[in-house]
């Protein structure tokens, strides 16, 4: 993984180096290769991650402090993810926190959206993400089949798309959106 990301990021820099100002990368292999890559061609670094930090001392954990070091902003989404880095050793005013925003004009309230669905009197359980073992979709289906009078929704694209479509048939209360 690293080595492809590395590779297409260098090959797209390289070609589109005078109209990038800013990296900005999410996670800590993409965070890696963007320092390297901003010190290579003068470019600030942003990096905003979604995890906590519960780390031990040892190699990676100094890769990773590192890392954030050298970057110019870490954005991470809680007040004690923010607290985790600065204790690390991450300046404090390299760390901010921000929350998801939603475009209101395209993403509104809709009336009878349950209806419309043919979901109205149904308790629904809706997962939309990354369909990656990590995120626990999976786990829906044992659900699913000890709480029979409750509807699940599955949104979302990735490895197990193929995996998820072929349990559906064994459930009739797991719907697949996509």
Not at 32 to 54: D, W
Not at 132 to 160: C, H, T, W, Y
Request: a positive charge.
């Amino acid at each position: 993984f690293f080595l492809g990301l590395f590779i297409d990021c260098l090959i797209f820099i390289s070609k589109k180096n005078k109209s990038i100002d800013v990296i900005q990368a999410h996670g800590f292999i993409a965070a890696f290769i963007a320092v390297i890559l901003g010190k290579a061609f003068n470019k600030r670094v942003v990096v905003n991650t979604h995890v906590g930090f519960k780390l031990k001392e040892g190699f990676m954990t100094n890769v990773i402090k590192w890392t954030l070091l050298n970057c110019d902003k870490v954005l991470v989404l809680t007040e004690g993810i923010k607290t985790a880095l600065i204790k690390l050793g991450v300046p404090e005013n390299k760390v901010d926190v921000y929350h998801y925003w939603v475009n209101q004009k395209k993403f509104n309230i809709q009336k009878n959206a349950k209806k419309k669905l043919k979901w109205e009197d149904k308790f629904i359980v809706l997962f939309v993400g990354r369909l990656i073992e990590v995120k626990g979709v999976m786990v829906l289906f044992d659900l699913a089949e000890r709480l029979e009078n409750i509807s699940f929704a599955i949104i979302g694209s990735g490895p197990l798309s193929q995996e998820i479509k072929q349990k559906l048939r064994s459930y009739k209360n797991v719907l697949f959106i996509g």
